[in-house]
């Protein structure tokens, strides 16, 4: 049973830096194929994809986003870590983490952490 | 990137009705694209891959189809369990994308 879960602060002030944990289990980032994304949405809007980590350390970023993000896995504790600079207000939203296989979409999704920027 | 285009935003729609949206792609996405379902407060369930796989679980009231650019996402028979918003999401480049959405609602 692959179940994924994020933790992390759930307010953050402008300009600190935003450390979240993707911590899962069921199945094994160094197995071929599997890969772990994150993706958040912010309060009644659509959904945007922020970085994906993948079992071969291939490494997938938003093009918009890329310079303020950094995701890193730790495959001994079965977690993925994404970290982004620089937080604004209108990063405010929930953050997921999700399981996929290659070719395939983000077939297993945990709760989601909602995360407001204010100071 | 490219830019993922659904419509209509917001459907209205009845229980039994035959349910299509659409999805646009900027550039060719080949079959890599995905729809999603979720509801309020919930995370997204994935309900179709490769354009047209369906997930395993998922009713086959639900369908996919399309390649290249553009894309549609089929309910047969709106069930009252169905009422969501709905995303479609291209995995064929290095940045991935996401629709903005389409709200499926009662008529």
């Known amino acids: 049973q692959i179940t994924l879960k994020e933790s992390g602060p759930t307010l953050v002030k402008p300009t600190q830096t935003l450390t979240l944990t993707c911590t899962f289990s069921?199945?094994?980032?160094?197995?071929?194929?599997?890969?772990v994304a994150w993706i958040r949405q912010p309060p009644g809007q659509a959904l945007e994809w922020l970085a994906g980590i993948h079992w071969n350390d291939e490494i997938r970023y938003s093009t918009s986003l890329r310079s303020r993000l950094t995701i890193t896995k730790d495959t001994s504790r079965d977690q993925v870590v994404l970290t982004m600079t620089n937080m604004d207000p209108v990063d405010t939203a929930t953050y997921y983490c999700?399981?996929?296989?290659?070719?395939?979409?983000?077939?297993?999704w945990g709760q989601g952490a909602l995360v407001t920027v204010s100071s | 990137d490219i830019q993922m285009t659904q419509s209509p935003s917001t459907l209205s729609a009845s229980v039994g009705d035959r349910v299509t949206i659409t999805c646009r792609a900027s550039?060719?996405?080949?079959?890599?694209l995905a729809w999603y379902q979720q509801k309020p407060g919930k995370a997204p369930k994935l309900l179709i891959y490769?354009?047209?796989s369906l997930e395993n679980g998922v009713p086959s009231r639900f369908s996919g189809s399309g390649s290249g650019t553009e894309f549609t996402f089929t309910i047969s028979s709106l069930q009252p369990d169905d009422f969501a918003t709905y995303y479609c999401q291209q995995y064929s480049t290095y940045s991935w994308t996401f629709g903005q959405g389409t709200k499926v609602e009662i008529k």
């Open positions: 069921g199945f094994s980032l160094s197995t071929s194929g599997v890969g």
């Open positions: 550039q060719s996405v080949k079959s890599w």
């Open positions: 999700a399981h996929r296989l290659i070719w395939q979409g983000l077939d297993y």
């Open positions: 490769k354009a047209s």
